[in-house]
């Protein structure tokens, strides 16, 4: 798997409107903006991760990017979505993306998760995700 087929699975099984976004102009930005047909709407910067590290978890999540999502989050949602492989899922909160990049020990990396599923996602698990991500409550 990779990013790119992460991104296909989750347009494909989340139900909401999600668009790809590439923007040269301004450092930092989500890869994908969502809105539900309420109206409810946000970013998500997607990460995939070929393996659970051993020890630090290394993101991939950028300076620039960690504080994009921390500001954004003041006012909207905003979302960092990491998949490791096929053996976990996780949601992060744009509030805590500065603790992401900095690379945080495995155990304070899931403990930061707004959201987790291990193995593969079911329809209620995207369900469930579509919901987090558009009303911003936790789960843990």
Same mark, same amino acid.
């Given at each position: 798997?990779?990013?790119?087929?992460? &991104?296909?699975?989750?347009?494909?099984?989340?139900?909401?409107?999600?668009?790809?976004?590439? *923007?040269? /102009? #301004?450092?930092?930005?989500?890869?994908? =903006?969502?809105? #539900?047909?309420?109206?409810?709407?946000? &970013?998500?910067?997607?990460?995939?991760?070929?393996?659970?590290? +051993?020890? +630090?978890?290394?993101?991939?999540?950028?300076? =620039?990017?960690?504080? %994009?999502?921390?500001?954004?989050?003041?006012?909207?949602?905003? &979302?960092? !979505?990491?998949?490791? /492989?096929?053996? %976990?899922?996780? !949601?992060?909160?744009?509030?805590?993306? +500065?603790?992401?990049? /900095?690379?945080?020990?495995?155990?304070?990396? $899931?403990?930061?998760? /707004?959201?987790?599923? =291990?193995? *593969?996602?079911? @329809?209620?698990?995207?369900? +469930?995700?579509?919901?987090?991500? $558009? @009303?911003?409550?936790?789960?843990?």
């Amino acid at each position: 798997m990779s990013e790119k087929n992460f &991104w296909t699975l989750l347009r494909k099984n989340l139900p909401l409107k999600m668009y790809r976004v590439e *923007n040269k /102009a #301004s450092t930092g930005m989500p890869d994908v =903006h969502f809105v #539900s047909e309420e109206g409810l709407s946000g &970013w998500v910067e997607l990460k995939f991760i070929a393996k659970f590290p +051993q020890r +630090q978890m290394t993101t991939g999540l950028k300076k =620039h990017q960690a504080m %994009w999502l921390e500001e954004y989050s003041k006012y909207g949602k905003a &979302w960092v !979505l990491i998949r490791i /492989a096929t053996e %976990w899922t996780g !949601l992060f909160s744009g509030e805590v993306a +500065q603790e992401l990049f /900095a690379r945080p020990s495995k155990s304070d990396f $899931c403990d930061l998760a /707004a959201w987790s599923k =291990h193995g *593969n996602l079911t @329809k209620g698990d995207y369900l +469930q995700l579509s919901e987090i991500l $558009c @009303k911003g409550s936790r789960y843990g």
